[in-house]
């Protein structure tokens, strides 16, 4: 498998942002992201305003940057800084409590309306995360509901820890391999229109030049060949 960075070995930079509500552990799976080894402080504070993180990701094509905004999950935070939040994002991590149905709920009924206001929701890949799965015994979200949410919206899911740890990087590394899969599949579709039309312009020219040869040779040059 290449782990090859970009050729002037610089890797690519991807903003990606996190949605939920307040207290389903958005800040801890960053926190437990960016630094796994640290022990998980149980009083983290509620996030006022916005904070963001840097971490480097592997992909199938090689590493890569995460630049990873977390928000207020607060109602009177987002409204106002949304717009801010979602420019030039190219992934969003919608996080809800498995714990907790109504942080579920919250996903259809108020973020990815949210979502679709303030980016155009298509171009963002998307991934579901069920964080604290650690607290199974009280589980209020199936896995079943989280999968039809899903296939509703056109993404995957992942059901993660940031307490125990489990899942949080391969959470964040297949968000971003969908990311930098995107941007290079975009980047060699650009290439390729160019090559066509540059093949159809000299077609032209070609047809151009025959056609005018056909009536008149001494017409050739008005082609433009």
């Known amino acids: 498998m290449s782990r090859t960075t970009s050729a002037g070995g610089k890797p690519p930079l991807y903003k990606i942002v996190m949605l939920g509500d307040s207290g389903v552990g958005k800040t801890s799976l960053v926190a437990r992201l960016t630094n796994p080894d640290r022990p998980l402080n149980h009083d983290i504070s509620a996030t006022m305003g916005i904070e963001f993180d840097t971490q480097m990701l592997d992909t199938e094509h090689g590493k890569v940057k995460a630049q990873i905004w977390d ?120 290439t390729g229109i160019k090559g066509i039309n540059g093949n159809q312009q000299n077609t032209v020219k070609l047809d151009d030049h025959s056609g005018a040869q056909d009536a008149s040779g001494s017409d050739a040059s008005a082609c433009g060949c």
């Not at 409204?79 to 259809?108: C, H, M, Q, W």
């Not at 059901?159 to 969908?178: D, P, R, Y």
């Open 71 to 190: 928000t207020a999950g607060q109602e009177r935070f987002a409204r106002v800084l949304l717009p801010t939040y979602f420019r030039k994002a190219k992934g969003v991590i919608l996080v809800y409590d498995i714990s907790n149905a109504k942080s579920f709920e919250s996903l259809s009924e108020r973020w990815m309306a949210q979502l679709n206001d303030h980016a155009s929701s298509d171009d963002l890949a998307k991934l579901l995360v069920g964080n604290k799965s650690d607290l199974e015994a009280s589980r209020e979200v199936s896995q079943e509901k989280a999968q039809q949410f899903c296939q509703e919206y056109g993404m995957e899911m992942l059901e993660t820890s940031a307490k125990s740890g489990e899942n949080v990087l391969k959470a964040f590394e297949k968000l971003i391999g969908i990311v930098h899969d995107r941007a290079l599949a975009a980047s060699k579709n650009k």
